[in-house]
């Protein structure tokens, strides 16, 4: 007899991270298994995710590009319920024909317009004040909860392991700053009062108690609708006022100086996001010549192009992972987060992590797992653009550097194996790499025709504690391989 009451409800066995790329993944990632002996990743794109950055550094940029790859992995090709957006600008400063230059840069949407299809909206404080804003999204969300014939089976395994997790379609959405989030009767006040009048300096503890709000109901609207949200906000100077003027300013978080302070957005921030990446700086990515690092063409490339960016970022909160970390992603002003070039500028900037290389001083790289194809610092773009199997097997090897860098316990227990011998060591098993990079390491609702494999299962296959669902066991490099390669080609 149990002591619990009988009407407790418990709360989902698992909440889902989507897994956007880049190098996120893995750091406030977990695997569980899957229902066909796979290990399925969540990690990626939070519940919540915050973004805090001082101006003109990418942050809007970054926010965009972790909705538009999660929407179009998540409900992949033809899923009859797709995934939706919502973008809300606070600030003023954005517009659909740049949004839909960064969506038709993105891979995985294949070329798509989200806005023409009917997937996703822009709408700022001049449609709706903060408090506006926050209602329909409410009445929204409420709304999708409570259609329960809209929820599908994921990958994951449910509690007990037997049946499929259960989820709403995820949808998106996103506000853009959080630091200029106003209501209609702070509107109000401004209109009927001057600068500097003491009915105007009371708006700032009014926006305070406003945002405060919408922050501590918001992780109860949007988990329970399986909504996924980003939240930005600015960053600024630290000043205390009222401290003594000796005093060091208080510390925000461990992870951000005492010099700077999340501005506009309440210490419910930092509480309210599962994920809170702070952007330290953004600065142009010149070799020794100051020509990009990494050029589209070596022999266009122009001294002093600004459009390619090392972005650092500083994960300031992880519910999911270790805070504090550290993390470097290649941005194009022109065309957003480059994620498999980040991927492989974080495997060069480590001693050429789990590659072959040759000529001088190492300028000629291979991936261990993926030999056949060589590159140069000048040459990796135009690779990453035309060959698919280069850019899984880029993100097969980062992750496996990840987990060895961040997660001890591949270590200890003797998971981990280098690129090099799992290259050969599932050839002598029998696998054929070439179908093994024809995969997806994403989860999605529905059907996909690309297969799912993720790293963890590349280390259990090697250690012969598992063989892919989706391949025969008496011939595994046999599968039909049309549709993948013709999928593939749509999407370069």
């Known amino acids: 007899m149990s002591l619990l009451p009988a009407t407790l409800q418990p709360a989902a066995y698992i909440a889902p991270s989507i897994p956007v790329g880049g190098g996120f993944d893995i750091l406030n990632g977990t695997y569980y298994r899957g229902l066909n002996g796979e290990e399925v990743l969540s990690g990626g794109?939070?519940?919540?995710?915050?973004?805090?950055?001082?101006?003109?550094?990418?942050?809007?940029?970054?926010?965009?590009?972790?909705?538009?790859?999660?929407?179009?992995?998540?409900?992949?090709?033809?899923?009859?319920?797709?995934?939706?957006?919502?973008?809300?600008?606070?600030?003023?400063?954005?517009?659909?024909?740049?949004?839909?230059?960064?969506?038709?840069?993105?891979k995985i949407l294949c070329n798509q317009d989200l806005f023409s299809v009917g997937r996703f909206t822009l709408?700022?404080?001049?449609?709706?004040?903060?408090?506006?804003?926050?209602?329909?999204?409410?009445?929204?969300?409420?709304?999708?909860?409570?259609?329960?014939?809209?929820?599908?089976?994921t990958p994951f395994a449910d509690r007990g392991g037997k049946t499929p997790f259960k989820m709403f379609v995820p949808t998106f959405s996103a506000v853009d700053s959080i630091s200029e989030f106003d209501t209609d009767d702070m509107e109000a006040t401004r209109e009927k009062t001057e600068l500097g009048s003491g009915a105007q300096n009371i708006l700032n503890m009014r926006a305070g108690l406003v945002k405060a709000n919408f922050l501590?109901?918001?992780?109860?609207?949007?988990?329970?609708?399986?909504?996924?949200?980003?939240?930005?906000?600015?960053?600024?100077?630290?000043?205390?006022?009222?401290?003594?003027?000796?005093?060091?300013?208080?510390?925000?978080?461990?992870?951000?100086?005492?010099?700077?302070?999340?501005?506009?957005?309440t210490a419910k921030f930092t509480f309210a996001t599962h994920d809170c990446w702070w952007i330290e700086q953004s600065v142009p990515w010149w070799d020794d010549d100051m020509k990009p690092e990494y050029p589209i063409d070596a022999k266009t490339a122009r001294v002093k192009d600004t459009d390619l960016q090392l972005t650092k970022l500083k994960q300031l909160r992880s519910k999911g992972g270790a805070s504090g970390v550290l993390h470097e992603i290649l941005v194009s002003q022109k065309t957003g987060v480059l994620p498999e070039l980040t991927e492989f500028h974080y495997l060069r900037t480590r001693k050429r992590w789990g590659m072959e290389v040759s000529g001088g001083?190492?300028?000629?790289?291979?991936?261990?797992?993926?030999?056949?194809?060589?590159?140069?610092?000048?040459?990796?773009?135009?690779?990453?653009?035309?060959?698919?199997?280069?850019?899984?097997?880029?993100?097969?090897?980062?992750?496996?550097?990840?987990?060895?860098?961040?997660?001890?316990?591949?270590?200890?227990?003797?998971?981990?194996?280098?690129?090099?011998?799992?290259?050969?060591?599932?050839?002598?098993?029998?696998?054929?790499?070439?179908?093994?990079?024809?995969?997806?390491?994403?989860?999605?609702?529905?059907?996909?025709?690309?297969?799912?494999?993720?790293?963890?299962?590349?280390?259990?296959?090697?250690?012969?504690?598992?063989?892919?669902?989706?391949?025969?066991?008496?011939?595994?490099?046999?599968?039909?391989?049309?549709?993948?390669?013709?999928?593939?080609?749509?999407?370069?």
């Open 123 to 153: 709408t700022t404080k001049v449609q709706y004040s903060g408090n506006k804003f926050f209602e329909m999204i409410k009445d929204w969300l409420t709304a999708k909860a409570k259609d329960r014939k809209n929820s599908y089976e």
């Open 216 to 265: 501590t109901e918001l992780p109860r609207v949007t988990v329970q609708a399986n909504n996924y949200t980003v939240l930005v906000a600015q960053i600024g100077k630290n000043t205390d006022i009222g401290s003594s003027p000796h005093a060091p300013p208080r510390v925000q978080l461990k992870n951000l100086p005492s010099t700077e302070a999340i501005k506009g957005a």
């Open 361 to 492: 001083g190492g300028s000629i790289m291979a991936l261990s797992i993926y030999p056949d194809k060589t590159v140069t610092r000048n040459t990796v773009r135009s690779v990453i653009d035309v060959d698919p199997l280069f850019c899984r097997a880029l993100t097969f090897t980062m992750e496996m550097k990840q987990m060895q860098e961040h997660w001890a316990w591949v270590m200890e227990d003797d998971v981990f194996v280098e690129p090099a011998d799992l290259y050969q060591g599932l050839i002598a098993r029998g696998y054929d790499w070439k179908v093994l990079l024809h995969t997806r390491g994403y989860w999605c609702l529905g059907a996909n025709p690309i297969p799912y494999l993720s790293t963890m299962d590349l280390w259990n296959m090697y250690h012969g504690t598992y063989v892919p669902y989706w391949m025969s066991k008496d011939d595994k490099a046999k599968i039909n391989m049309a549709p993948i390669a013709e999928l593939y080609k749509k999407a370069a």
């Open 45 to 106: 794109f939070s519940y919540i995710m915050g973004i805090a950055a001082k101006g003109n550094v990418g942050k809007s940029t970054l926010a965009e590009w972790f909705m538009y790859t999660a929407m179009g992995r998540v409900t992949a090709f033809t899923f009859e319920t797709p995934s939706v957006g919502i973008f809300y600008d606070t600030e003023l400063n954005k517009n659909e024909p740049r949004m839909t230059e960064l969506q038709m840069a993105c």
